[in-house]
């Protein structure tokens, strides 16, 4: 069965200008119930909702083996981390 990566969308309900942080989860499609079976999610990545996206693509693109999640979550941390403008 093919592992299918989406975007995961999480606000604190709690304030009203609470931030949208997004986050990828890992399913697998489940034929007989037609529904998705978690995997793997992991949440609170970064409040870059472009970014994530493009991430999800490219997982979704070269049917990345989820056993490399973490991985690939570290790399996306670490390029955010570096490519933003320090004022």
């Known amino acids: 069965m093919k592992i299918v990566y989406k975007m ?3 606000t604190n309900t709690e304030k009203e200008t609470a931030p949208t942080y997004y986050g990828i989860g890992a399913y697998l499609y489940d034929n007989k119930k037609r529904t998705y079976i978690t995997l793997k999610e ?3 990545i970064t409040e870059d909702k472009n970014r994530l996206l493009n ?5 979704n693109k070269y049917e ?7 991985d690939i979550v570290e790399d996306f941390l ?5 490519t933003q403008t320090v004022i």
Request: aromatic fraction near 4%.
């Open 8 to 10: 995961i969308e999480r």
């Open 42 to 44: 992991i949440h609170d």
């Open 55 to 59: 991430l999800v693509k490219k997982c």
């Open 64 to 70: 990345l083996s989820l056993v490399h999640i973490h």
């Open 78 to 82: 670490y390029e955010l981390a570096h």
